[in-house]
């Protein structure tokens, strides 16, 4: 399955922005799909993932209660709603597919989320 993520951009801190995650070549059900980030300089780092089930999503410390990531079975896109944002969830965001959350294999092109102060 190839993906692409999308949505990114500048905001100021506060703000939203709406990331999204497409499959083509294949349907993105059946699949974990994960969002993770890379900030410049650090590791990559998972925010959230939602498992095949579509049961109990996982988020990380950092953006819980911020982030929701939602799976759109009619449109087969998974969305990551990101609220409150602030300067240091600056990152490129990607998306990326698997068996299960832990198991992530498909990634696609990532998108900048820039963050000012």
């Known amino acids: 399955v190839q993906l692409q993520a999308s949505g990114g951009g500048l905001v100021q801190a506060g703000g939203s922005l709406r990331l999204s995650c497409a499959a083509s070549g294949s349907t993105l059900d059946g699949y974990a799909i994960g969002w993770l980030r890379q900030a410049p300089g650090k590791e990559r780092r998972a925010v959230s993932c939602m498992p095949s089930d579509d049961d109990r999503a996982y988020y990380d410390d950092a953006v819980r209660g911020r982030f929701t990531i939602v799976r759109d079975n009619a449109k087969d896109t998974v969305y990551l709603e990101m609220n409150s944002l602030r300067p240091e969830d600056t990152a490129v965001y990607h998306c990326?597919?698997?068996?299960?959350?832990?198991?992530?294999?498909?990634w696609g092109q990532g998108t900048q989320v820039t963050v000012s102060s």
């Open positions: 990326a597919a698997g068996d299960t959350c832990v198991s992530l294999k498909h």
